[in-house]
């Protein structure tokens, strides 16, 4: 047993996180959102970066926090059925829904697309994620070392691709910053702050935190103040790896829309600007790193839904779930990544707001004696708020005309509720609750106390 890891021991665990986290979104959104910013491009970069680095690591420290076993356990503290259905909705958010196809839909726009005729990039998108699922699921069906070899090779190659590509961003600008589109020209903060949403990251960090804690078991931690210390060093080093890409990626995407002009997605920004810098060569580089982290992310999301969900129906085989999920993400992954990303966002707004008091909950719990009555209150303002914000966000992607009930609703709420029309309007009433039921909390554990006192 040991009482402290190394530097050395939780620089690893770090980098393995930082692997974890590092997927298809972490390079599209950057990107994308660096073109769209234009000179507004550091207050959302600030904003993206608290969603996307900031609630990552908190969701890691969480977890460690808690001492649960999983998140399901962690949820439960709400109630069993909630956990069940939150757990499994977050597990097919960042799998076979949303995160596992964009895997598939990235790889091709990165990679493959620049090399297709435009007349052929349907048949192209078909052929590839054919392919592509078809590996996820042999290797899912099949783990083997390789991917955790690959795995190990490759994050160092993306970072020091990355690293060349960012540095001669820097040193020779391809022009300069732009006017900000619409959505960046006001509140381009709380726009950025939103977009981090979209890498899906803070929802990974409640199941990747297991997987760190159990690193940091199996190297001889058992105290809780040491795994939490050694959580929290790890998310810091994974932590500043991201920001650093997510900043350089954005300033990439900044400097590039003079020079292409705005794409619909992130991820002909990457490839048209390694073959402006690199030629053919970087591009072909380019595209075979993607890929192979593409396909990483993707056996490694698919595998992790099939083990939770035959956990959770025991008398469906583990196999028949991995067939079945990676059918599903090559059926979506076909719609197209910008599709993918238009359904994603809706699902995203009621989600996240969820898992982020469930975080605030998890560090508060210790004050209001985790009373049971503090978690439920909470959960059901949030969920009441975020459900009409995520369907607001659907009828607003696809400009559709609210009904006349969600008018109404939306209307009151922006009418009464602080920073909502940032997204934020869950956020005054969480703490109210909070505040609130937490001093029913302390006082009914209190009587408790007394009474058990008092028969002693």
Not at 153 to 162: E, R
Request: glycine share 10%; aromatic share 14%.
């Amino acid at each position: 047993m040991k009482e402290k890891l190394s530097f050395s021991s939780y620089f690893v665990i770090g980098v393995m996180l930082f692997a974890l986290f590092f997927g298809a979104g972490n390079l599209i959104f950057p990107a994308s959102l660096g073109q769209n910013a234009g000179t507004n491009l550091w207050p959302a970069v600030i904003g993206f970066l608290i969603t996307g680095t900031g609630l990552p690591f908190l969701g890691i420290l969480a977890m460690g926090f808690s001492g649960s076993r999983n998140l399901q356990e962690l949820a439960s503290r709400i109630h069993p059925v909630y956990a069940v259905i939150f757990t499994a909705l977050l597990y097919l958010t960042i799998g076979p829904f949303f995160a596992t196809p964009r895997t598939g839909a990235v790889a091709y726009d990165i990679g493959i697309a620049p090399f297709v005729g435009d007349d052929y990039v349907k048949i192209g998108l078909f052929i590839f994620t054919l392919l592509f699922f078809g590996v996820t699921l042999w290797l899912s069906l099949n783990p083997s070392k390789i991917v955790d070899r690959v795995g190990k090779i490759l994050s160092p190659g993306i970072i020091i691709l990355l690293a060349v590509l960012l540095i001669t961003v820097i040193v020779k600008p391809m022009g300069s910053f732009e006017a900000p589109q619409e959505a960046y020209s006001s509140g381009a903060f709380m726009k950025g702050f939103t977009e981090g949403y979209n890498t899906m990251d803070a929802l990974a960090s409640l199941v990747f935190g297991i997987i760190v804690i159990n690193a940091i078991r199996a190297l001889g931690i058992t105290s809780k103040k040491e795994i939490l210390s050694a959580t929290m060093k790890s998310g810091i080093v994974a932590t500043i790896f991201l920001g650093i890409i997510y900043v350089g990626i954005a300033y990439l995407g900044a400097t590039s829309t003079e020079m292409f002009g705005l794409f619909d997605t992130g991820g002909p920004v990457l490839s048209n600007a390694s073959s402006y810098y690199f030629g053919t060569f970087g591009a072909v580089m380019l595209a075979i790193i993607i890929i192979l982290a593409c396909l990483t992310t993707s056996i490694g999301l698919i595998t992790a839904c099939g083990e939770y969900f035959n956990l959770l129906f025991p008398k469906i085989s583990y196999k028949a779930f991995v067939l079945f999920f990676s059918l599903l993400s090559f059926t979506i992954a076909n719609f197209g990544l910008a599709n993918i990303i238009n359904y994603s966002v809706p699902v995203l707004m009621f989600l996240y707001p969820l898992a982020i008091v469930l975080m605030l909950l998890t560090f508060l719990s210790p004050l209001f004696k985790h009373s049971r009555l503090v978690y439920v209150a909470t959960i059901a303002v949030t969920f009441c708020i975020s459900i009409i914000d995520g369907l607001k966000t659907f009828f607003d992607t696809f400009e559709i005309q609210y009904p006349n009930w969600l008018f109404s609703i939306i209307d009151f709420y922006k009418n009464n509720l602080p920073m909502y029309t940032e997204g934020l309007g869950w956020l005054v009433p969480v703490l109210v609750v909070i505040l609130v039921t937490g001093i029913i909390g302390r006082v009914k554990y209190q009587k408790q106390e007394d009474m058990r006192a008092t028969e002693v």
